[in-house]
């Protein structure tokens, strides 16, 4: 079942790399930009509720595999590098870039905390809001500049950004439902 998911997980980032390679992501305008994220991360969370085998898998992944596609979030140092030189608005990349950057650089310390310690689920559970807290912020700072300014945007929907609301953050935010899910499972069986 693992290949078959993966497969289709590479199958996807290649069609993101490919529509952005052709142009087509940076073709759009808001708010095609944002019903392509929605869609997309409709799509993956639908896929989790409907379908056993894919809940089954994603359920019993380890947390710390769960943290994997968090390492996308350290294009937070991109997107300051970006504000600096005046090609993202400084409210979407100061604070969403250090958002990103904090919660990539705790999910690597918090993938090196042992199974063993009694707040290891609390600690998940922690940098779980916080980094859903971050990534809804990210996604809705977006949308709105966007839709004020679409130019001040347009970062986002060239190589290598473009990635992101095409397959990163989409798998991000099913990331944390899984995880909010995988941990009120572990709080039920420790409780009984």
Do not use: C
Request: hydrophobic share 65%; glycine share 4%; no cysteine.
């Amino acid at each position: 079942m693992t290949r078959q998911f993966l497969v289709i997980g590479v199958v996807w980032f290649a069609a993101a790399v490919l529509v952005s390679i052709t142009g087509m992501v940076a073709m759009l305008r808001p708010p095609l930009p944002q019903v392509v994220l929605v869609l997309l991360t409709a799509m993956v969370l639908l896929a989790f509720w409907r379908s056993q085998a894919f809940r089954n898998w994603a359920l019993a992944l380890p947390l710390r595999a769960l943290l994997l596609p968090h390492m996308a979030r350290f294009a937070g140092f991109y997107f300051l590098a970006l504000h600096a030189r005046g090609e993202l608005p400084r409210a979407f990349a100061v604070p969403g870039g250090w958002g990103d950057i904090i919660t990539a650089a705790a999910a690597v310390a918090l993938a090196f905390v042992p199974r063993s310690v009694p707040w290891q689920a609390k600690a998940y559970l922690a940098w779980n809001i916080f980094g859903f807290a971050d990534i809804l912020f990210v996604i809705i700072t977006a949308a709105r500049l966007a839709l004020a300014d679409p130019q001040t945007m347009s970062a986002l929907l060239r190589l290598p950004l473009s990635l992101l609301p095409t397959f990163f953050v989409p798998i991000i935010v099913a990331s944390h439902v899984i995880m909010f899910v995988r941990l009120r499972r572990m709080n039920r069986l420790r409780s009984k």
